[in-house]
């Protein structure tokens, strides 16, 4: 079996946890991995992004009509070369054995949520040009239970300008189902925060009392 990133020969190493633990196989060899860069240190505590306590895009919504929407956030891994390569073959070249990728990742953070896990949607549009939601697949291959509350009923931001992005009023509407009061948002990649606010808003309005969230990535 090759790398799905570089197409070099993988090495597979027999191990305990792989017999008995059902684990899958590799699909991307360990310089590719190696390329992923994680995020440590101190961050922003509603994003995850590096740096300040609060981010220059955090404090933004802090000050025009956001404060307190989001309780805490996190990102996992910053936006490189190598990350950049891996979202466009899952995403756009459809390449949905991917997700398996970052699966340990996604249920490290949240095979214990007590929340309820909610990924961020597709418009019906973009569903049916991919396929497949990639925020879904992430959290199958996590092992991570997840409901859907929203639907996306507004234009999609992937053309427009980041003014433009952290213009836009309305992304969201609630589906039917009951919003418990405790919610985990969750997305593959965070750029302005736009996506986050306008889903955490719609459902805070229907009565969400706790909104974090979490990213795979953070632009």
């Not at 404060?67 to 756009?92: E, P, T, V």
């Not at 939601?133 to 291959?141: C, F, I, N």
């Amino acid at each position: 079996m090759n790398c799905c990133l570089c197409d070099q020969a993988l090495r597979f190493v027999p191990s305990w946890r792989g017999i008995f633990l059902y684990e899958p196989p590799e699909l991307v060899c360990q310089q590719c991995r190696n390329e992923f860069s994680k995020i440590t240190g101190p961050c922003c505590k509603l994003c995850g992004k590096e740096g300040a306590a609060i981010c220059h895009d955090c404090h933004y919504w802090e000050q025009h009509g956001c404060r307190g929407l989001i309780h805490s956030g996190k990102s996992l891994y910053r936006y490189n070369d190598a990350m950049k390569d891996w979202f466009h073959q899952y995403k756009f070249l459809k390449d949905v054995l991917l997700a398996q990728v970052f699966a340990k990742d996604l249920n490290d953070n949240l095979a214990n949520e007590r929340a309820l896990v909610v990924p961020i949607p597709l418009n019906e549009e973009k569903l049916r040009e991919r396929s497949f939601s990639q925020v879904d697949q992430l959290l199958l291959s996590a092992n991570i239970p997840y409901r859907h509350l929203l639907e996306k009923c507004g234009e999609t931001l992937g053309e427009k300008t980041r003014q433009e992005r952290m213009a836009t009023k309305q992304l969201f509407r609630l589906n039917g189902e009951a919003v418990p009061k405790q919610l985990v948002l969750v997305d593959d990649l965070y750029t302005t925060g736009t996506t986050m606010r306008q889903a955490a808003k719609t459902l805070q309005q229907a009565g969400a009392e706790s909104i974090r969230i979490l990213t795979l990535i953070r632009a």
